[in-house]
């Protein structure tokens, strides 16, 4: 009989996906970051417990490009600064991926809030443009000119918070206690240059980020580098306190806390 690819798989091909996976070369992408400050109520609002707001309400937009080798990867975040046992970081609110490939693993494995969106990055010169876009709406855009080169930072390592769950199949709540997940990311830069221009957020009821205005800006760059990543379970999460949040991961909030449909098999 020829093989049945949804069939089961053997111990050895197991092991050799996770070996391949293990030896993956850096992988290097092409970004421009930009760090504001915003209105310290709403960065507060947007925190599910247990985590809390830092000493400066800042928000980050990292707006990447992959190349890939025949699958070219847009890949963005937004997110704010977070503080949780004593461990400062970020807790992204969306992160928009050109395909969804780069979707599956970080909602799955580390919880990540990741959705298929439009990520641009374009350069012509020193000027610069960068946008991260669903819906039709380019909701974050960066632009401006590079303005000078920056000096390389040394290899550093940052901390992402994600909120790993799942919703319940009765319509309410979860099917298992959510856990808040530390991810650490090893980060390495190969070029780094400053950006002199501004941020635009723009309306839209799917990814209201411009509910964290931009009070200050803080800087702009763009710059080479490359990531890993691992993550951790650090502890179990209260899913009534979490629950009033979980909104953030879905564009339609009735996905998760409609039940189904009256005589339904």
């Not at 400050?37 to 707006?63: Q, W």
């Not at 000119?145 to 940052?158: D, R, T």
């Not at 179990?236 to 005589?263: C, F, K, M, T, W």
Request: aromatic residues 6%; negative net charge; glycine residues 10%.
């Amino acid at each position: 009989m020829a093989r049945v690819r949804y069939g089961a798989r053997s111990e050895a091909e197991i092991a050799a996906s996770r070996s391949a996976s293990s030896k993956l070369p850096d992988i290097w992408s092409t970004g421009v970051v930009a760090v504001w400050e915003s209105d310290p109520d709403a960065v507060a609002a947007v925190l599910p417990p247990p985590l809390k707001p830092t000493g400066r309400p800042l928000v980050r937009a990292n707006i990447s490009k992959v190349d890939l080798p025949g699958y070219p990867l847009g890949a963005g975040s937004v997110a704010v600064a977070a503080e949780h046992g004593g461990v400062q970081g970020w807790y992204p609110l969306v992160m928009p991926m050109t395909h969804e490939r780069a979707l599956i693993g970080g909602r799955e494995v580390f919880g990540e809030p990741k959705k298929l969106g439009e990520v641009t990055v374009e350069r012509d010169g020193l000027v610069v443009k960068a946008a991260l876009a669903r819906h039709g709406i380019a909701f974050v855009e960066v632009r401006g000119a590079v303005s000078e080169s920056l000096p390389l930072p040394e290899p550093s390592q940052k901390t992402d918070f994600y909120f790993k769950f799942l919703p319940g199949v009765d319509g309410s709540g979860f099917d298992a206690e959510p856990v808040l997940v530390h991810c650490l990311r090893n980060e390495k830069v190969r070029k780094l240059e400053r950006i002199t221009g501004d941020i635009v957020l723009r309306e839209s009821m799917y990814d209201p980020i411009a509910d964290l205005p931009v009070r200050s800006l803080v800087e702009i760059t763009i710059g080479e580098k490359t990531t890993d990543q691992k993550g951790k379970v650090v502890e179990r999460v209260s899913a009534e306190a979490l629950l009033p949040y979980i909104h953030q991961r879905y564009d339609d909030p009735q996905q998760i806390h409609d039940g189904p449909p009256e005589g339904s098999a």
